[in-house]
């Protein structure tokens, strides 16, 4: 599976945006999802994942209550919907995808089991 993030942009502190993250092929129902992000100079952090069926979903805690996750098999598609956006989330965003039918938990909690990764795309949150 192929990925491409889209979405990314400016904000100020308290706004919202919606990153979008398209997959290439007929599997993507497979695949358990996930969205993450990387700030120069620190290492690649976990944002939220989604099971294969949308089913269940499982954020990290420092966006859990202000982001959403959620996809729509039909368009092999992945969003992360961004609200009351901090300077903190200033990031480049990745899409991430792992085959496999478990919860959104259980990749979240092992996130180093995602292997397919998109382009990031370039959050910038001004306060």
């Known amino acids: 599976v192929q990925l491409q993030a889209f979405g990314g942009g400016l904000a100020q502190a308290g706004g919202s945006l919606r990153l979008s993250c398209v997959a290439s092929?007929?599997?993507?129902?497979?695949?358990?999802m996930g969205w993450f992000r990387q700030v120069p100079g620190k290492e690649r952090e976990f944002v939220a994942a989604i099971a294969w069926n949308g089913g269940s979903t499982y954020y990290a805690d420092s966006v859990n209550g202000r982001f959403t996750i959620s996809r729509d098999n039909r368009k092999n598609t992945v969003y992360l919907e961004m609200n009351a956006l901090e300077a903190e989330d200033t990031a480049v965003y990745y899409c991430a995808a792992v085959l496999g039918d478990y919860g959104a938990a259980y990749y979240g909690r092992a996130s180093g089991k995602f292997d397919h990764w998109g382009q990031g795309t370039q959050v910038t949150v001004s306060s």
């Open positions: 092929g007929r599997t993507f129902s497979r695949y358990a």
